[in-house]
Structures are given as structure tokens and as C-alpha cells.
């Protein structure tokens, strides 16, 4: 009898633990329906997104490279216009992605827990606002769709990398 109180005490708190447990959330897509789908999708592991580069032209985003960690993920986009780059500060996450799109996003705006705005691109078409669904989390990798130009993005949520020694 004190075996089956134990047990059902055990699956209880571990159910309860993976119902807390869950914190990842995804956003998108925001922008067109062309293009050849990409996704960062593993990159996360190398750690939290230390850096962003884009790369604009007078009318839209045309492309996107993310280094996670110490790693960049592949270049997604065209060739045409201007690369930006921009570093977190350590500890520093993207905690709100904001932009505008018509047929391709023209406009990406990366919010950081250190109160920063990093902009990039320019402001017309129809306006998105993404938030992680779960407090407490942050950008972990980005997906979405390209061609010669960003398409569509999409944001995907989860909490900060526990493990961050080599961050």
C-alpha cells in the first residue's frame, strides 16, 4: 500500500514538473509565400544567439545570417545591398522581434532584455509584433523562407540555455 501512495506521488510530481517545464512558443510567418524554407533548427544548441547580421537594399531585408554561440548558421538571402552586424553583449537575449512586410519582409526590429533596439531596414508594408507565449524566454532560432530576399521569417521561443559555460 505504501509502495502504490509512493508511486502515484512520483507520477504526480513528475507530471506536474513537465507541465512547468514547458516554455517554448513560436511566431510567424510574417511576410510572403515564396521562397525555399530554412531553419536554424539545431543551431540553438550551440547556445544562445550572440550575434545578427542582415543584410538590406533600399525596399527590403534580403538577407539574414545568426550566430549561436560561437557558431554561424548558414547565410540565408541574396546577395544585393548592405551587411549590418550587430553583437549581444553577454547574457544579453532578443526578448521582442518587431517588423513590417508586404510580398518579402522590409523591416526587422530585434528588442533585447538590455533595453536595446537594433533596427534593420525600412518601415513600410503591414506591421507583426512578436512576444515568446511563456514568460521569462527568449529568441532561441529563427526559421522561415528565402530566395533572393527574405520571404517570410518565423521566431521561435524557448527559455535562456541553462548550461552556458562556453556562452
Not at 51 to 68: S, W
Not at 119 to 125: I, M, N, V, W
Request: proline share 4%; aromatic share 12%; hydrophobic share 35%.
Amino acid at each position: 500500500m505504501l509502495a502504490t501512495v509512493l508511486l502515484v506521488l512520483l507520477c504526480a510530481s513528475t507530471s506536474a514538473n513537465a507541465i512547468q517545464a514547458r516554455a517554448s512558443s513560436y511566431n510567424g510567418e510574417y511576410g510572403g509565400g515564396g521562397g525555399k524554407r530554412f531553419s536554424h533548427s539545431g543551431l540553438q544548441l550551440e547556445g544562445p544567439i550572440t550575434a545578427i547580421r542582415v543584410r538590406v537594399n533600399r525596399y527590403y531585408i534580403v538577407g539574414l545570417q545568426v550566430r549561436y554561440g560561437k557558431v554561424w548558421s548558414d547565410y540565408v538571402g541574396g546577395k544585393s545591398g548592405d551587411l549590418e552586424e550587430i553583437f549581444l553583449h553577454p547574457g544579453e537575449s532578443v526578448i521582442q522581434v518587431s517588423g513590417k512586410y508586404k510580398s518579402y519582409l522590409r523591416k526587422l526590429v530585434f528588442v533585447t532584455d538590455k533595453g536595446r533596439y537594433l533596427p534593420f531596414g525600412k518601415d513600410t508594408g503591414t506591421s507583426f509584433n512578436a512576444l515568446p507565449l511563456y514568460p521569462n524566454t527568449v529568441l532561441r532560432f529563427i526559421s522561415g523562407r528565402s530566395g533572393s530576399v527574405i520571404d517570410a521569417i518565423g521566431l521561435h521561443w524557448d527559455n535562456y540555455p541553462s548550461d552556458c559555460s562556453s556562452c
